[in-house]
T-cell receptor
């Protein structure tokens, strides 16, 4: 149980284009989904938290107009990197929680990640 | 600034030995603590979590929590080469940020055959 998928697994795009990444919870309903970014040899940095049907909460320093998040259903959240630039190249990972995440026992289950390379 | 500190390693142990991974955290109100394993180029996978003081065992893995010392550890018994990975300690926040995980930078473990 607790399987999270991401698509695509890898994407290469030209500078200035937009890229959409999908995150799906396959066998549970994800009330809350999280989007992280990880640069080489760095830890995971939380970008934003999304709850189904409401606007995402972005972490300080993350541009909400550049990283558009939509959590339209309890099994799907999307991250769109708009007007991507080479510095946006990174490993983007989503995670999902069946609850709001606030209870001590609630864990986050991670998707396999999407490696984005912007040329 | 809530912080989670881990020794970056690399920690190198021979096959069959016990690997000990440590983590300290700054937010005294933190309630729960997670250990994830991340293989190179892959996303993290949950090993176990703990939220009560003391030890929690799951197979070859034991998590230990000491809230007074703000310290959590992971012991891996009978280490195998397949255990070679980066181990991430994550701490769930308190108060209004109790849904977020703050990650340490990870400890790279190498188990030598």
């Amino acid at each position: 149980g607790a399987v999270v998928s991401q698509h695509p697994s890898r994407v290469i795009c030209k500078s200035g284009t937009s890229v959409k990444i999908e995150c799906r919870s396959l066998d549970f309903q994800a009330t809350t989904m999280f989007w992280y970014r990880q640069f080489p040899k760095q830890s995971l940095m939380l970008m934003a938290t999304s709850n189904e049907g409401s606007k995402a909460t972005y972490e300080q320093g993350v541009e909400k107009d550049k990283f558009l998040i939509n959590h339209a259903s309890l099994t799907l959240s999307t991250l769109t990197v708009t007007s991507a630039h080479p510095e946006d190249s990174s490993f983007y990972i989503c995670s999902a929680s069946s609850g709001s995440g606030g209870r001590a026992q609630e864990t986050q289950y991670f998707g396999p990640g999407t490696r984005l390379l912007v040329l | 600034q809530k912080e989670v500190e881990q020794n970056s390693g690399p920690l190198s142990v021979p096959e069959g030995a016990i690997a000990s991974l440590n983590c300290t955290y700054s937010d005294r109100g933190s309630q729960s603590f997670f250990w994830y394993r991340q293989y190179s180029g892959k996303s993290p996978e949950l090993i176990m979590f703990i939220y009560s003081n003391g030890d929690k065992e799951d197979g070859r893995f034991t998590a230990q929590l000491n809230k007074a010392s703000q310290y959590v550890s992971l012991l891996i018994r009978d280490s195998q080469p397949s255990d070679s990975a980066t181990y991430l300690c994550a701490v769930k926040g308190s108060g209004g940020s109790n849904y977020k995980l703050t990650f340490g930078k990870g400890t790279l473990l190498t188990v030598n055959p």
